[in-house]
């Protein structure tokens, strides 16, 4: 080895020059710590300079800092470029834009992105920006890519007494009386598709028919028991609500008044549905807020049908698919909490 360059030193200094090189802090005096030490132990610059890939006039500098300071002479910055803090006139402009719509600005556009909001920084402040100087600046207020939640436009007016209506008709349980929740929904043999587990990297396939008929259900959910009735058609006329009608009559002969929880749906005010209806007072219909379908619990049927059957199937015809769906509506009940994602097909 050459001469050593940097005078030799007490055992005291040499400790302190490790423990900077163990503690390796972001500053970077570990690493001219460790430098000193090579060169303390007769390492030729150049040597050490490829060792911890710096330049040579940066060993002499270390060595410059080292001899001046000491160990504690390294920990000192060795400048770089500060960062740049956005100017807070900046971040509430930023603020306003975002709490408006883009075409309030006459942008062709509906939703704000970072080159727009540069964009508009510059026009009303003067302030050059780069966009991903703005999506840096976003989420460090605040901010993230999120997705929205669809809110009604218009709101029924009466939604806070209808839903008042159908709590106490839930709540009163009246001897004789029995209270369905009741809607109808779409069975086809196109999957719905969804999460599953899957190897990784592998994305598992869903066939799907060549032609794609549907067949439709109309469910009654008693609220109080949880059993389930329903009838089938392949058209979603007044006919499938009649049938279903039928069902309940002859299912709760006993009791003298049932009580229809449903959504607006033509099918359940139409000319038919009403003649019949006139004919079998039994029923009472009571109709749900408009667009709240959360009001009607058979959503949540139909989303454990959904979830069990109908979602990435691989059922090749109608006919399977539908042997399926009777099979959890046999199992279901009373719903819920009767574990029917369990259930077996025999």
Not at 14 to 26: E, F, G, M, N, Y
Not at 122 to 150: C, D, F, K, M, N
Not at 221 to 250: D, M, P, Q, V, W
Request: with cysteine.
């Amino acid at each position: 080895m050459s001469e050593p360059i940097v005078a030799a030193q007490p055992r005291p200094v040499r400790r302190r020059l490790q423990r900077l090189v163990r503690r390796s802090p972001t500053d970077g005096s570990g690493r001219r710590a460790n430098a000193i030490l090579l060169l303390l132990d007769g390492v030729a610059v150049s040597v050490v300079a490829v060792a911890l890939q710096a330049a040579r006039s940066s060993i002499y500098r270390w060595v410059g800092w080292f001899e001046s300071g000491s160990a504690e002479g390294l920990t000192v910055s060795g400048g770089g470029r500060p960062p740049w803090t956005v100017a807070e006139s900046v971040v509430e402009l930023l603020k306003r834009l975002l709490s408006k719509r883009p075409h309030e600005f006459d942008y062709n556009r509906s939703t704000w992105t970072s080159e727009m909001l540069a964009s508009q920084v510059q026009s009303q402040l003067g302030v050059a920006i780069h966009p991903s100087t703005v999506r840096r600046v976003l989420p460090a207020i605040g901010y993230g890519w999120r997705r929205p939640r669809p809110v009604l436009y218009r709101r029924d007016p009466h939604k806070r007494e209808n839903l008042e209506a159908i709590a106490e008709v839930v709540r009163r349980r009246e001897r004789g009386v029995a209270v369905f929740y009741v809607d109808e929904v779409d069975i086809h043999p196109l999957p719905k598709i969804g999460f599953t587990w899957a190897a990784r990297g592998q994305q598992p396939s869903v066939l799907t028919p060549g032609c794609n008929q549907k067949r439709y259900l109309a469910g009654a959910l008693n609220a109080h028991t949880g059993t389930i009735t329903y009838a089938e058609s392949t058209t979603k006329g007044s006919a499938l609500f009649i049938s279903l009608l039928r069902a309940l009559r002859k299912r709760y002969r006993g009791f003298r008044t049932l009580v229809l929880i449903l959504d607006n749906f033509v099918i359940h005010k139409s000319r038919d549905t009403q003649r019949w209806l006139a004919r079998n007072s039994k029923f009472a219909l009571v109709f749900q807020p408009v667009y709240c379908h959360t009001a009607n619990r058979i959503e949540r049927l139909w989303k454990a049908l959904h979830d069990s059957v109908t979602r990435n199937h691989c059922w090749a015809t109608m006919d399977y698919l539908m042997v399926a769906m009777r099979r959890f509506l046999e199992v279901a009940a009373p719903f819920p909490g009767n574990q029917h994602a369990l259930a077996r097909l025999a």
